[in-house]
């Protein structure tokens, strides 16, 4: 199966360390929790348990000043290292070379998303800096040791709690929390269809902006933005602009107007799906209309290899009789698009000639609205003209047909469909 997101959205962290410059043996790490995970020179030569050796990470870790005072993220094989590496001038204090180096450092898996620990980490360095100008607490050997039971609570409870209070000492203590970091949500266009991830009716309030409640009542995976907005009796732009709000915090995703005029096809990488335990389990009741037996998954996953470019779902229906098996084809195709292995095949319709403008006093079927014509340049697909001009295919397509001066049966004269 592809590669998915972990059950929590956020990372876990693998080991925290603090490391200092010693003006005798350079770059070295003073405490680590948990102990161990993160080999030293003094390790044993032969530690399966270990995550790393610090000696192949240490000079980004302590680098040289340039680089001190910004986020530095360095990764090992398997891991990724973050901290915030810190030098202090021997303005007020008095160090054995003139400066203090020191890092805490945070370690995750290589594939995690630093992005919401990137303000932890600048507060941490921020907070310990404070404490040691005002009372010397990293570099005194009386109150480092301290740094490790930070150390521990940090580990703790960013894992177990997202946030946590620390007190250093009567002025200065650490307070975080961690806060998700979300990508801005993709365009929202008028002929999506926003899909609901969660039960949104039971997560509204009162204080709930009036539009945003109007727009979740009715939301239910078959209307279109453009008619939710209608049918909640709201501009069309506020409607986006609350479903580009529900998207951007991750509780719809958008999927396309289902019309039997539609084809879709398989992606690339789909060996995963023959075997996968929890889509065999969720598939064949999703898709099934209540009261009827659930077709066995091979069963279904054929149906699923069928569709392909160039066939509607209309004609996948009739070549596979697909309605004796009782099967919900709405919520067969969606279900696809929403698991990632069935992807939208849309058609895109190109104007070949626009200086011809076509003779339609014999062509059959309805006029075209004016408007049509400038947008036949290949870059609007027909979902997005059968939302603008409130059509359905069959009228677009003999639309299509009397601009290019074609005939019926799939001739669209002068207009060319492209299908990706």
Same mark, same amino acid.
């Given at each position: 199966?592809?590669?998915?997101?972990?059950?929590?959205?956020?990372?876990?962290?693998?080991? %925290?360390?603090?490391?200092?410059?010693?003006?005798?043996?350079?770059?070295?790490?003073?405490?680590?929790?948990?102990?161990?995970?993160?080999?030293?020179?003094?390790s044993p030569q032969?530690?399966?348990?270990?995550?790393?050796? @610090?000696?192949?990470?240490?000079?980004?870790?302590?680098?040289?000043?340039?680089?001190?005072?910004?986020?530095?993220?360095?990764?090992?094989?398997?891991?990724?290292?973050?901290? @915030?590496? %810190?030098?202090?001038?021997?303005?007020? +204090?008095?160090?054995? &070379?003139?400066?203090? =180096?020191?890092?805490?450092?945070? %370690?995750?898996?290589?594939?995690?998303?630093?992005?919401?620990?990137?303000?932890?980490?600048?507060?941490?360095?921020?907070?310990?800096?404070?404490?040691?100008?005002?009372?010397?607490?990293?570099?005194?050997?009386?109150?480092? #040791?301290?740094?490790?039971?930070?150390?521990?609570?940090?580990?703790?409870?960013?894992?177990?709690?997202?946030?946590?209070?620390?007190?250093?000492?009567?002025?200065?203590?650490?307070?975080? =929390?961690?806060? #998700?970091?979300?990508?801005?949500?993709? =365009?929202v266009s008028d002929?999506?269809?926003?899909?609901?991830?969660?039960?949104?009716?039971?997560?509204?309030?009162?204080?709930?902006?009036?539009?945003?409640? =109007?727009?979740?009542?009715?939301?239910?995976?078959?209307?279109?933005?453009?008619?939710?907005?209608?049918?909640?009796?709201?501009?069309?732009?506020?409607?986006?602009?609350?479903?580009?709000h529900l998207l951007?915090?991750?509780?719809?995703?958008?999927?396309?107007?289902?019309?039997?005029?539609?084809?879709?096809?398989?992606?690339?990488?789909?060996?995963?799906?023959?075997?996968?335990?929890?889509?065999?389990?969720?598939?064949?009741?999703?898709?099934?209309?209540?009261? &009827? #037996?659930?077709?066995?998954?091979?069963?279904?996953?054929?149906?699923?290899?069928?569709?392909?470019?160039?066939?509607?779902? *209309?004609?996948?229906?009739?070549?596979?009789?697909?309605? +004796?098996?009782?099967?919900?084809?709405?919520?067969?195709?969606?279900?696809?698009?929403?698991?990632?292995?069935?992807? &939208?095949?849309?058609?895109?319709?190109?104007?070949?000639?626009?200086?011809?403008?076509?003779?339609?006093?014999?062509?059959?079927?309805?006029?075209?609205?004016?408007?049509?014509?400038?947008?036949?340049?290949?870059?609007?697909?027909?979902?997005?003209?059968?939302? &603008?001009?409130?059509?359905?295919?069959?009228?677009?397509?003999?639309? *299509?047909?009397?601009?290019?001066?074609?005939?019926?049966?799939?001739?669209?004269?002068? %207009?060319?469909?492209?299908?990706?």
């Amino acid at each position: 199966m592809p590669d998915g997101g972990a059950d929590s959205f956020l990372p876990r962290i693998q080991s %925290v360390f603090y490391a200092v410059f010693d003006v005798h043996r350079g770059p070295e790490i003073v405490y680590q929790v948990p102990e161990g995970l993160i080999a030293v020179s003094s390790s044993p030569q032969k530690n399966p348990g270990t995550l790393f050796h @610090f000696d192949n990470i240490s000079k980004y870790v302590i680098p040289p000043s340039p680089l001190c005072g910004r986020l530095v993220i360095c990764s090992t094989t398997f891991h990724r290292i973050i901290g @915030f590496p %810190v030098e202090l001038m021997g303005k007020y +204090k008095q160090y054995k &070379r003139n400066y203090f =180096k020191y890092n805490l450092c945070f %370690v995750f898996e290589r594939s995690a998303d630093l992005s919401c620990y990137e303000p932890i980490v600048r507060k941490v360095s921020r907070v310990l800096t404070n404490c040691e100008e005002e009372s010397g607490f990293l570099s005194s050997p009386q109150t480092s #040791p301290a740094l490790h039971a930070i150390l521990e609570q940090l580990y703790e409870d960013l894992n177990s709690y997202s946030e946590t209070s620390i007190q250093i000492d009567q002025f200065n203590s650490i307070e975080l =929390k961690i806060f #998700p970091f979300y990508p801005n949500p993709s =365009k929202v266009s008028d002929w999506m269809v926003p899909l609901a991830l969660i039960n949104l009716s039971k997560r509204i309030e009162e204080n709930w902006d009036l539009t945003m409640k =109007k727009v979740c009542g009715f939301i239910d995976g078959t209307n279109h933005v453009s008619r939710i907005a209608h049918l909640a009796d709201v501009e069309v732009n506020l409607a986006r602009q609350a479903i580009s709000h529900l998207l951007y915090y991750q509780v719809i995703m958008m999927i396309d107007i289902f019309q039997y005029s539609n084809m879709y096809t398989l992606r690339r990488s789909t060996q995963w799906l023959a075997d996968e335990p929890h889509v065999k389990e969720e598939c064949g009741p999703y898709v099934t209309i209540p009261g &009827r #037996p659930i077709p066995d998954w091979p069963k279904l996953l054929h149906l699923y290899s069928r569709m392909r470019p160039g066939k509607t779902v *209309l004609e996948w229906i009739e070549a596979h009789d697909v309605q +004796k098996l009782g099967i919900d084809i709405r919520r067969f195709t969606s279900f696809g698009v929403i698991k990632g292995f069935l992807r &939208r095949v849309h058609r895109w319709p190109i104007l070949l000639q626009t200086d011809i403008q076509p003779d339609r006093s014999d062509t059959p079927g309805p006029p075209y609205p004016p408007d049509l014509l400038p947008l036949l340049d290949g870059e609007h697909h027909t979902d997005e003209l059968c939302c &603008r001009f409130e059509v359905g295919w069959p009228v677009l397509e003999q639309w *299509l047909i009397a601009a290019g001066g074609g005939k019926e049966g799939g001739d669209y004269g002068k %207009v060319s469909i492209i299908c990706r």
